[in-house]
């Protein structure tokens, strides 16, 4: 009998000890599972990549998508070499051969009416139908589509030019003054049509190869965007905090 109850309490025992383990190894799984579900947002916070001006989306929808953005990043090859060489053309003939733009115009047109003219006369002579020449209407939704867009680009630039004029950001005002100098010495350089030029190269090389490096791009405009804020700081604390402004004035209600 007494190995018997023996027998019996080293099973109680045993039984005993397996779900107290069972407990523990679950305890301690949860425990993980909830420091990984802690750990997790600030992993993902400190693997977030550093982008160019705090893009989140690809290059390709930031220009917009569609054909514009295909043409610029060269999705389209054929469409944007002819792109890029008609502008080019357009370029030598009033940059390199000094051609005027309504001599050109005007040259086009004689070209123009001149072969449509003879083809229609000598079409019954040579026996062949005369040339269907097609009614060009413009659209009045197109016109005012696009004067209407005109009208919001124009009132929002005004809108950032009265906003910058009033005082309220010392920092966004020196980085348009300094724009605006920039692009006042380059006028002065070149003529607004090579200027032009140059600009419409960049946007269908620039994007081009900033998506082929992205990576290095990224990483070197971010050492150069914290020696700029350190520059900026150290400016802002010698320099513009010692300009005296006066009071800003409540927005009424």
């Not at 004067?147 to 005004?158: K, M, P, V």
């Not at 920092?171 to 032009?196: A, R």
């Not at 513009?240 to 209600?253: A, E, F, M, T, V």
Request: hydrophobic share 45%.
């Amino acid at each position: 009998m007494a190995d018997h109850a023996g027998e019996n309490d080293s099973f109680v025992d045993s039984v005993m000890d397996k779900v107290n383990d069972k407990l523990h190894s679950h305890d301690s799984s949860s425990d993980s599972d909830d420091d990984k579900g802690k750990r997790s947002p600030v992993n993902a916070v400190k693997t977030k990549i550093y982008r160019l001006f705090g893009r989140e989306k690809p290059l390709h929808k930031v220009l917009g998508g569609g054909k514009p953005a295909d043409i610029f990043l060269w999705r389209d090859k054929k469409v944007t070499a002819g792109v890029l060489g008609f502008a080019t053309v357009i370029w030598a003939l009033f940059e390199l051969l000094e051609y005027h733009l309504l001599t050109l115009v005007c040259h086009i047109l004689i070209v123009a009416v001149a072969v449509l003219f003879l083809w229609s006369n000598a079409s019954a002579f040579i026996n062949t139908a005369p040339p269907q020449i097609p009614e060009v209407v413009l659209p009045k939704d197109i016109v005012l589509g696009v004067a209407s867009a005109l009208r919001i680009e124009i009132n929002r630039a005004l809108e950032i030019l009265r906003d910058i004029a009033s005082g309220k950001d010392l920092k966004k005002f020196l980085v348009v003054i300094v724009g605006l100098w920039v692009v006042s010495v380059l006028g002065n350089i070149w003529n607004f049509l090579t200027l032009f030029y140059i600009v419409f190269v960049l946007l269908h090389t620039v994007p081009l190869l900033y998506e082929k490096y992205e990576d290095k791009v990224d990483a070197f405009a971010e050492k150069a965007e914290a020696e700029i804020k350190k520059h900026y700081a150290v400016f802002d604390a010698n320099v513009l905090s010692k300009i005296p402004r006066g009071p800003l004035k409540g927005k009424k209600q």
